[in-house]
Nanobody, 123 residues
Framework: QVQLVESGGGSVQAGGSLRLSCAVSGWSASRICMGWFRQTPGKEREKVAT???????NVADSVKGRFTISRDNAKNTLLLQMNSLNPEDTAMYYC?????????????????WGQGTQVTVSS
């Protein structure tokens, strides 16, 4: 059973940075597809970034050039470095995983989820 616990969310002013972490237990983070998704009230959950077993990453166009997904294999942790944040990035951010070689952008394809961490960006 894979368990995911996010941390690192908070409040920041526009232009600031945050780094989200997702601690993985029950499996090796390097051997599964993992991703970050976000959701705001009334909207569907959307992919932010994913990284697969081959370390191929895919980042949503809306955050490309600002957000970076990576793994710290020694700590079995998924990371999301978020720079140049703007108010449109305000959302609940979720870590997700699926025991698959390749990642997709569909939340329904992921069967392990963290509890979420709130990111709030003020103008």
């Amino acid at each position: 059973q894979v368990q995911l616990v996010e941390s690192g969310g908070g409040s920041v002013q526009a232009g600031g940075s945050l780094r989200l972490s997702c601690a993985v237990s029950g499996w090796s983070a390097s051997r599964i597809c993992m991703g970050w998704f976000r959701q705001t009230p009334g909207k569907e959950r959307e992919k932010v970034a994913t990284i697969d077993r081959l370390d191929d990453s895919n980042v949503a166009d809306s955050v490309k050039g600002r957000f970076t997904i990576s793994r710290d294999n020694a700590k079995n942790t998924l990371l999301l470095q978020m720079n140049s944040l703007n108010p449109e990035d305000t959302a609940m951010y979720y870590c997700a995983a699926v025991r698959s070689i390749r990642c997709t952008s569909k939340p329904a394809d992921y069967n392990y989820w963290g509890q979420g961490t709130q990111v709030t960006v003020s103008s």
